[in-house]
């Protein structure tokens, strides 16, 4: 069965800083896509960031320059390591992975979700 775990979410005051966690297990052949999404109270679940097999990123404008995505193929993990956190970055952060299993297809699996509480 495949799971993946999410950590690091917290209350921090703004212009600090987070690094999330979210690490997969189970029969994995290989992981394409890693992605972060977050969703703020009474908004849709946006994409942040996402990470491809050869390491290229994609960020949206909003946490371009203070968000960096990363991952470690070794660990079957991807961090998102925020920085300069405004209160708008206020939102349940969750992970999501294009994952290959055993019978060679592609499935899309999303963390639990971790809460990411930016004060003023």
């Known amino acids: 069965q495949v799971q993946l775990v999410e950590s690091g979410g917290d209350l921090v005051q703004a212009g600090g800083s987070l690094r999330l966690s979210c690490a997969a297990s189970?029969?994995?052949?290989?992981?394409?896509?890693m992605y972060w999404y977050r969703q703020a109270p009474g908004k849709q679940r946006d994409l942040v960031a996402r990470?491809?097999?050869?390491?290229?990123?994609n960020y949206s404008d909003s946490v371009k320059g203070r968000f960096t995505i990363s991952r470690d193929n070794a660990k079957n993990t991807v961090y998102l390591q925020m920085n300069s956190l405004k209160p708008e970055d206020t939102a349940v952060y969750y992970c999501?992975?294009?994952?290959?299993?055993?019978?060679?297809?592609?499935?899309?699996?999303w963390g639990q979700g971790t809460q990411v509480t930016v004060s003023s």
């Open positions: 999501r992975m294009d994952l290959v299993l055993r019978d060679n297809l592609q499935y899309s699996y």
């Open positions: 189970g029969s994995i052949s290989r992981i394409n896509v």
């Open positions: 990470i491809f097999t050869d390491f290229t990123t």
